[in-house]
C-alpha cells in the first residue's frame, strides 16, 4: 500500500532554514508527481509546490524564491527546502502524491514552528 512519512520538522527561529523529507514507498515513486501542501490552524490548505516525476517544478508564488521542491527517485525521496522562514510559515506540512489538489495520497504531516 501506498506510504508517505514525512518528516524533519521542528521549531526554527525567523530567517531560518529547515528542509523537510518525505519518505515514499509502496508504489513506483518516479510514475508519479509529488506535492508539498500546509495547513495552519484556522486556515485553509494551502498547495506549495509540485515536482513531476522527471524534476520539472512548479512553485507557489507565495514561497517562490524561499521555498524549493526536489526529489530523489533513486531513494525514493521527496524534499522541501524552506529559506528565510517566517512566523506566517507555521503550519502542518504534508506529502502527496500527485500535482496539486489532484493528489491521490497523503502523508500524515509534520510539524514546523516558527518562532523567536
Known amino acids: 500500500d501506498v506510504q508517505l512519512q514525512a518528516f524533519g520538522g521542528g521549531l526554527v527561529q525567523p530567517g531560518g532554514s529547515l528542509t523537510l523529507s518525505c519518505a515514499a514507498s509502496?508504489?513506483?515513486?518516479?510514475?508519479?508527481?509529488m506535492s508539498w501542501a500546509r495547513q495552519a490552524p484556522g486556515r485553509g490548505r494551502e498547495w506549495l509546490a509540485y515536482?513531476?516525476?522527471?524534476?520539472?517544478?512548479n512553485i507557489k508564488n507565495s514561497v517562490r524564491g524561499r521555498f524549493s521542491i526536489s526529489r530523489d527517485n533513486a531513494k525514493n525521496m521527496l524534499y522541501l527546502q524552506m529559506n528565510s522562514l517566517k512566523p506566517d510559515d507555521t503550519a502542518v506540512y504534508y506529502c502527496?502524491?500527485?500535482?496539486?489538489?489532484?493528489?491521490?495520497?497523503w502523508g500524515q504531516g509534520t510539524q514546523v514552528t516558527v518562532s523567536s
Open positions: 502527496t502524491r500527485g500535482r496539486w489538489s489532484s493528489s491521490d495520497h
Open positions: 515536482i513531476s516525476g522527471g524534476g520539472v517544478t
Open positions: 509502496g508504489f513506483t515513486f518516479s510514475d508519479y508527481a
